[in-house]
């Protein structure tokens, strides 16, 4: 079977790569020339663990292109594209019709399936077969469930996998997609075939009961503080309940990234569309916005005057194992900064030139590879992503602020130490 997969981000790569590794020959269209030219010469341009080594291992088996003539031998396509959030906080899907409308006027004769990967709002696979007024074309709603840093492990090893169909009667889609999935049903992962508005909302519903779970263990931090609590062996006695279970509740600064904030505006702007209200929703995202202030609260409750003062600032991505700074909390923290006239000496092993798109470097923000150098020039640090190397730093009698957990309980002691919310 032939697989065509649009768009070559994070999703659409990662599905390229792993199908090519199951056996599938792919075609990979993108609208960028330049990657494409990079993939087919096994060169990946995102930071991705084992990615790079898969594409090369699969190079036989995959082929970029940025021609959509390409589909016309492909049985299944899947649309991997972007869905960035709209001025109001919907997901734009502009590039998602754009890429139907690109298949639809490349179908050749035969039947074809397009599997939407891409996280679409409720609603959207229908508008999809509005746009596409084609017979011999199933729609199948496929959300990803891939975290960045360990997309390639979430891929190979699904807790889920979810396919939504128009109707029970699409037996031929259905029969299809199991056997691009063979090797996940033979593995015991569970399948829920479903319809397309549940599917797309089970995405929507799990990426904002994710970031739920980390609104709420920072509230609780917030509150533990304050009584002298450790919000870590809090979140450790309630993780030992099945019920709740003990992962995603590490509190700190907050949730970033290209999918939970995103995720969960469109949410809401969804509520909002039909009348209802998302009350819980609303919080989740406040929660989040106000979290990274907590460390101008506590520079203030120490009576510092941030004007001049020297701040190293430990991790600008969003999380580690990535280079990416997309909603990293780094942002607010060092537009804050700069606002207060702080000098900074920012530093972090992958995401130094991402971040220098945003905040170029001037004579209050300087960038420096080492992590121990821009901690020997500042008299306050912050760490702001759990990357391994931090906590082997010598801090000296620095004033911390760790907002990650970073810095091991034991060694907090001899240590000018603060954690955000612990
Ligand atoms: C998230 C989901 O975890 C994936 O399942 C989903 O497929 C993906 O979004 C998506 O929709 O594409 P990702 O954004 O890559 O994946 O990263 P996460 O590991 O979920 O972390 C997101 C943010 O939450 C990071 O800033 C992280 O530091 C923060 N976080 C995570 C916490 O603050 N505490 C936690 O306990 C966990």
């Known amino acids: 079977m032939k697989i065509g997969v649009i768009g070559m981000g994070y999703v659409g790569l990662i599905q390229s790569v792993g199908l090519a590794n199951i056996g599938f020959n792919i075609v ?10 990079k993939l087919n010469r096994g060169i ?18 995959l082929e970029f292109t940025t021609s959509y003539e390409k589909i016309k031998k492909c049985e299944v396509i899947f649309i991997c594209v972007g869905t960035p959030q709209d001025k109001h906080g919907k997901a734009n899907l502009n590039y998602v019709f754009s890429a139907v409308e690109s298949i639809k ?14 996280t679409v ?10 746009i596409l007024k084609v017979e011999d074309v199933d729609i199948v709603s496929n959300p990803e469930f891939l975290r960045e840093g360990s997309a390639l492990e979430d891929f190979f090893n699904p807790d889920r996998v979810v396919l939504g169909f128009e109707n029970e009667k699409k037996e031929k889609a259905r029969e299809s997609m199991l056997r691009i999935y063979k090797l996940f049903k033979d593995k015991g992962v569970p399948f829920l075939i479903t319809n397309w508005e549940t599917a797309e909302m ?23 503080k304050k009584l002298g609590i450790d919000v870590y062996e809090v979140a450790k006695g309630m993780g030992y309940d099945k019920r709740i279970c003990g992962k995603f509740l590490n509190a700190g ?15 809401i702007a969804k509520a909002k569309e039909i009348g209802e209200e998302a009350r819980i929703l609303e919080e989740i995202i406040k929660v989040n916005e106000k979290q990274p202030l907590k460390i101008f609260e506590i520079i203030r409750q120490k009576g510092i005057d ?29 537009k804050k900064l700069l606002e207060e006239e702080a000098i900074i000496y920012a530093s972090d092993p992958m995401g130094t030139e991402n971040m220098k798109k945003i905040f170029p470097e001037n004579e209050n923000l300087k960038y420096l590879s080492n992590p121990q150098e821009a901690v020997d020039k500042s008299e306050i640090v912050l760490l702001l992503t759990e990357w391994p190397n931090f906590k082997e730093l010598n801090f000296g009698d620095k004033l911390i602020i760790d907002g990650r957990n970073i810095i091991p309980k034991e060694k907090r002691k001899n240590l000018n130490y603060e954690g955000i919310c612990w």
């Open 28 to 37: 990979g269209i993108d609208v960028d020339k330049e990657k494409v030219e």
């Open 44 to 61: 990946v341009t995102i930071h991705e663990p084992g990615v790079e080594e898969l594409l090369k291992k699969n190079l036989n088996k």
């Open 105 to 118: 006027g490349n179908l050749s004769d035969g039947y074809k399936i397009i599997a939407v990967k891409s």
């Open 121 to 130: 709002p409720v609603g959207t696979n229908r508008k999809i077969k509005e």
């Open 202 to 224: 089970i995405k929507y519903a799990s990426n904002a009961f994710l970031a739920t779970k980390i609104s709420f263990i920072n509230e609780i931090g917030n509150i533990c």
């Open 253 to 267: 600064i907050g949730f970033g990234g290209s999918c939970f904030p995103k995720d969960v505006k469109a949410l």
């Open 306 to 334: 941030l004007k001049n003062k020297k701040v190293a600032v430990l991790g600008l991505t969003f999380k580690p194992n990535t280079d990416d700074v997309r909603e990293s909390r780094a942002i607010v923290i060092i």
